[in-house]
């Protein structure tokens, strides 16, 4: 994956709560079965609607995504994250993630970066001023910047550590393969298997 | 300090713990579909890499199955479909494929084989894999890189999340459901309540429900926001596993039983979060809105979003309402639907459609109306039984094992506008189908909508 260390890009303000996967890239996209081609889904249903904020061309290019509580709720479906990422954005900042949508932006490079409520609601309104503004989302030093303010966010070590070196976790774990094989000897013989 | 259920069960799995890193978690059952799996096939092949476990790892098809005999007519949903026989051919992975017997939906075949059971770790790229948690398993839906890294590896690094009890006091009154319960605790904690959280299903009206009513209530537990739901293995567990072709026999049975009643709370342990319920004050509860948070009782009206303080909420109820098309004030016993929907992995089981025939028996359907059993092997045992008979003869349509119109991947789905009573899990705008509507309710509640084209329970026929 891309490594994230700062990112700097202008923000689009998505004013709703309950983002759910199915409103981020509707079950009839996911039948593909490559990881590319997904940008053309994102928001599919509210996208025929003219007065979408992805609509308005000042929001053209924009990269940082500044959604309400609760986004990324419902199926596991990581077709959200490659939707979002191939649209072009960088960064979804919102009061509250979905577990599973967070956990799969978090292996994909797509930082969500949680605010509360009421800062978020600022970066929306400063977005809608001026579609222009700047907003940096800066991992290393853990905060968010924009002209007349700065915020901490949290993020744990160890996914920061991983979001910065841009690596896969697979490879990281397999390295641990004598942990793994260590662990497969003691488990309880009557398990299930498939087979 | 004595430990609950989840952390006895995560504690069991965790191969490696290093400070300042996540757990890296040993996974007991990785089950598989077509839709969320493609990808990860893919990148083992870019990486040369096999699958660890294929003995630990099971393949259905299910999301975009038709439920009319015949093939695939969607040139998309047949290549995906394709995709998933090619991998799990090259891969060596048993896969249960359309027209097999033990095809179904992917949350119903788990437990039906008895290869879902207590003090498993099982995860699946879906987000009802919660549902496995019924039995004491710590089961939850990951991604396609998590699929990927199962298949890799049989782990996940994973933080462990914090725990909640819901405490379900009393009975549940005659003629409300494992899925009013669900319903009522969605809209009790909201969508976003048990976000980063493990829920224990606790208390009087839990333990006696079926196994089939405790997957009803394990599933639904993403629809509140939580990474996983359990209900602590009992005699019911026990009876229900027994005999099944992956539960274990002899000597190895005992083992296990012996190491399953372990599996429960202690006494002193302590949940970060608890939230209380009585269950004898619920009736039969159906969706309004667009999130399985925006619920009420039947009996209730549609709500007016001024009565929501939070402006959050507010919002959410004024954009619910334009889509729904509902005004506040509407008795819910007023809404007309176009289609009723029985099956998913919530409610598309034996008892599930028992439950509905019950209604429907010597009665007639007045709505479009699908039946659609969660396995080839449900559909069996309810023809066995004759349900298909009382569903035909009330006028419905009985169909063949699929995730059907749960999800608008297959040809089962809403037309824009048409309003739909589900026994699906999903209420989310365009979920049935682009420009559909749909209220979340229990098989009881659809099956008497089902008779008077109207949201209605069993009780007001």
Request: glycine share 10%.
């Amino acid at each position: 994956m891309e490594a994230f260390t700062t990112h700097t890009g202008r923000a689009v303000p998505l004013r709703r709560s309950n983002v759910d996967t199915d409103q981020i890239i509707p079950a009839v996209w996911l039948k593909q079965v490559s990881r590319t081609g997904f940008e053309k889904g994102l928001f599919a249903a509210w996208r025929e609607d003219p007065d979408f904020v992805l609509n308005n061309p000042a929001y053209e290019g924009a990269t940082i995504l500044v959604a309400g509580p609760d986004f990324g709720t419902g199926s596991s479906r990581e077709h959200a994250v490659w939707a979002l990422q191939q649209y072009g954005f960088r960064v979804v900042i919102s009061p509250r993630f979905g577990d599973i949508f967070r956990n799969n932006a978090t292996k994909m490079g797509l930082l969500p970066v949680v605010l509360p409520e009421d800062v978020v609601t600022s970066l929306q309104d400063l977005a809608e001023s001026d579609p222009t503004a700047e907003v940096t989302v800066d991992l290393d030093k853990r905060e968010v910047r924009w002209a007349g303010g700065t915020v901490a966010f949290e993020i744990d070590d160890y996914t920061r550590w991983r979001l910065m070196e841009g690596l896969d976790d697979i490879g990281l774990t397999l390295r641990h393969e004598q942990d793994i094989a260590a662990y497969e000897n003691g488990r309880q013989s009557w398990l299930p298997t498939t087979v | 300090m004595g430990r609950t259920l989840a952390e006895k069960v995560w504690e069991r799995h965790v191969v490696r713990r290093a400070e300042g890193e996540p757990d890296l978690l040993y996974i007991d059952l990785h089950l598989i579909h077509e839709v969320t799996s493609p990808q990860a096939f893919d990148g083992l092949r870019m990486a040369g890499r096999k699958i660890r476990r294929p003995d630990l790892t099971i393949a259905t098809e299910d999301h975009n199955v038709p439920t009319v005999l015949g093939p695939i007519s969607d040139p998309v949903s047949k290549q995906q479909v394709e995709t998933l026989r090619k991998n799990a051919a090259e891969f060596g992975v048993r896969l249960h494929p359309m027209g097999d017997a033990g095809q179904g939906i992917v949350h119903v075949i788990g437990p039906q084989l008895g290869l879902t059971q207590p003090g498993m770790t099982v995860v699946c790229g879906d987000s009802h894999t919660s549902t496995h948690g019924a039995f004491g398993a710590l089961a939850f839906g990951i991604g396609t890189s998590e699929v990927e890294h199962v298949l890799a590896t049989q782990t996940l690094p994973a933080y462990r999340p914090k725990t909640m009890a819901i405490e379900v006091s009393g009975e549940l009154p005659v003629g409300v459901t494992a899925k009013d319960l669900i319903l009522a605790i969605i809209a009790k904690i909201g969508t976003g309540g048990g976000q980063g959280h493990i829920v224990e299903y606790r208390g009087e009206a839990v333990r006696k429900l079926s196994m089939e009513g405790r997957m009803t209530v394990c599933n639904m537990s993403i629809e509140a926001g939580a990474r996983a739901g359990m209900i602590a293995p009992d005699e019911t567990t026990f009876e229900y596993l027994k005999g099944r072709p992956h539960a274990p026999t002899g000597a190895d049975w005992d083992a296990a039983v012996e190491y399953w009643k372990s599996l429960r709370t202690d006494d002193d342990a302590v949940f970060d979060t608890v939230v209380e319920i009585d269950a004898s004050a619920l009736t039969p509860f159906v969706t309004w809105g667009t999130n399985p948070g925006q619920g009420a009782p039947l009996g209730d009206v549609v709500p007016s979003p001024d009565q929501f303080d939070d402006p959050v909420a507010r919002a959410a109820a004024e954009r619910a309402l334009q889509y729904m098309d509902l005004k506040p004030g509407t008795p819910l016993r007023d809404i007309k639907v176009d289609t009723v929907f029985v099956g998913s992995c919530t409610n598309g089981r034996l008892e599930d459609l028992r439950a509905a025939a019950e209604v429907l028996r010597g009665r007639k359907v007045t709505t479009r109306t699908l039946v659609v059993p969660g396995s080839m092997q449900v559909k069996a045992a309810a023809e066995a039984e004759g349900l298909h008979e009382v569903f035909r003869a009330a006028g419905a349509e009985w169909r063949e094992a699929g995730c059907s119109m749960c999800l608008g991947m297959n040809p089962d789905t809403l037309s824009p506008g048409e309003r739909s009573a589900s026994t699906s899990n999903r209420n989310f705008e365009g979920r049935q189908g682009k420009g559909g509507r749909t209220h979340l309710v229990s098989p009881q509640v659809a099956a008497a909508t089902a008779v008077t084209g109207r949201l209605t329970a069993p009780a007001d026929l």
